[in-house]
Nanobody, 120 residues
């Protein structure tokens, strides 16, 4: 089992910035990816960005150039950060931290989610 604890989120004005963080602990596979997904009201959950244990990143087209994902690999915990810049109302959503293995079987773990609201 992997436990995920998220922090950050809140209300920000359009054009503003915000940082999300998520710390993973527990029985973590050495081959893994961590990242963020989001779900806006009435929409399906979608990938925002991921970073693997060796630093390979992947971004949704809608956030490229505005969001940056980074990761600190500790001894017993790994932490992923999402730096969000130039936020727009379309970025409003619940953001979920994700940890998943990169070897079979692929197992996903999810955080509880943190709300990001972009409004003036």
């Amino acid at each position: 089992q992997v436990q995920l604890v998220e922090s950050g989120g809140g209300l920000v004005q359009p054009g503003g910035s915000l940082r999300l963080s998520c710390t993973a602990s527990g029985s973590m596979s050495s081959l893994n990816s961590m990242g963020w997904y989001r779900q806006a009201p009435g929409k399906a959950r979608e990938l925002v960005a991921t970073v693997s244990n060796v630093g390979s990143t992947n971004y949704a087209n809608s956030v490229k150039g505005r969001f940056t994902i980074s990761r600190d690999n500790g001894v017993n915990t790994d932490t992923v950060y999402l730096h969000m810049n130039e936020l727009t109302p379309d970025d409003t959503a619940v953001y979920y931290c994700n940890f998943h293995t990169r070897q079979l079987p692929v197992i996903h773990f999810w955080g509880k989610g943190t709300l990001v609201t972009v409004a003036s």
